[in-house]
């Protein structure tokens, strides 16, 4: 079964050639960030952990690779709130939260206990 989310070859844009698409049985080539070697938010191996799943994620669905590290992960964010969104939409078993119930508004940080 295919993750109703994955890429599909025959969805791929004309410019994708062998060595850029996400198809099985081809390859591509995905940089590091720009600025590894001098930007000090990389000093920290989470941050390139997220600025790796965020650069694959972008290959595999044909979108820009974030080119530092507040926008790999405001696209993880992204992602995961698209996802979240999903399985609260779907017909069968939804999720029964609302995506947004977590941050109850608070833009994403949370409240302080009284």
Known sequence: MTHPRAPSCSA???TASPT????????G???PPP???????YARILTIHIAALAAVDAHLHHES???NPAHASAYLLKREHAH???LHRRK???LS????APHCGSGGQPSPRS
């Open 20 to 27: 850029n698409s996400a198809c099985p049985g081809q390859t």
């Open 97 to 100: 939260t609302a995506p947004d």
């Open 35 to 41: 600025d590894l070697d001098t930007d000090e938010d």
């Open 92 to 94: 069968l078993d939804p």
């Open 84 to 86: 979240w969104s999903a």
């Open 65 to 67: 690779t974030p080119t």
């Open 29 to 31: 080539r995905i940089g």
């Open 12 to 14: 791929r844009p004309a």
